[in-house]
């Protein structure tokens, strides 16, 4: 017999039915942040990209809230080992806060409230692959999963996905983020396991 938490539904269904090389599948939600959560008040929150040449687009959260949003299911996979399947968010399309933007960055380096960074190539922040999240669950964003806004990043290991997400730096020469630098991949892709650099 099975045995069920409180409010449990039952295996929710993945987005693609499968689970990357040395992986575990989780129904919980894990809570992983390398430093406290830092609590940022809607009215002060912004969110800003800035491009190679210095130019700036910053959101507050009434600028931000008024953008189309997207619901996507995805699967989550942590470095750590474990997995998410079929996980639902609220969020903008990262294409949207693109749109329009002139740049000849290739790369990106994503700051967050509380000081942690982030690389991945611009490109994997296009083509409906990425999201700033503000609700999960129907709900909004746990402050412990990076609320009120996230970066969510699926198809790469889940430190990517920066919680509490301020800035988005477009740079033409790659820099790496907190645990890129501390020897993780610099790319992250779960289905070639890329845990750590040279994997
Ligand atoms: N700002 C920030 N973002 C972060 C982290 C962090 O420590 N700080 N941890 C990363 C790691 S290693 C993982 S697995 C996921 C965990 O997200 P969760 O706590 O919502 O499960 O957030 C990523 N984003
Ligand atoms: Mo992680």
């Given at each position: 017999m099975a045995i069920f938490s409180p409010g449990f539904q039952g295996r929710r269904r993945s987005a693609t039915g499968l689970l990357p090389p040395g992986q575990y599948e989780t129904n919980g939600f894990p809570v992983l942040s390398a430093g406290p959560t830092p609590r940022v008040p809607l009215d002060t929150w912004e969110f800003t990209l800035t491009t190679e040449d210095g130019t700036s687009r910053t959101w507050s959260w009434s600028e931000f809230q008024a953008l189309p949003t997207a619901n996507p299911t995805v699967d989550i996979h942590c470095v750590t080992k474990w997995s998410k399947f079929g996980t639902t968010w609220e969020g903008v399309s990262l294409d949207t806060l693109l749109d329009g933007v002139e740049t000849a960055a290739e790369h990106v380096l994503v700051h967050s409230y509380g000081g942690y960074t982030t690389n991945l190539p611009l490109a994997d922040l296009r083509g409906g692959k990425a999201w700033l999240a503000f609700g999960y669950d129907g709900k909004p964003l746990h402050p412990e999963h990076g609320g009120p806004v996230r970066l969510l990043v699926p198809h790469l290991y889940f430190w990517k996905s920066a919680k509490w997400v301020?800035?988005?730096?477009?740079?033409?020469?790659?820099?790496?983020?907190?645990?890129e630098r501390a020897g993780y991949h610099n790319y992250g892709d779960p289905w070639r396991e890329q845990r750590y650099d040279g994997d």
């Open positions: 301020k800035r988005l730096e477009l740079l033409v020469t790659d820099k790496k983020g907190f645990w």
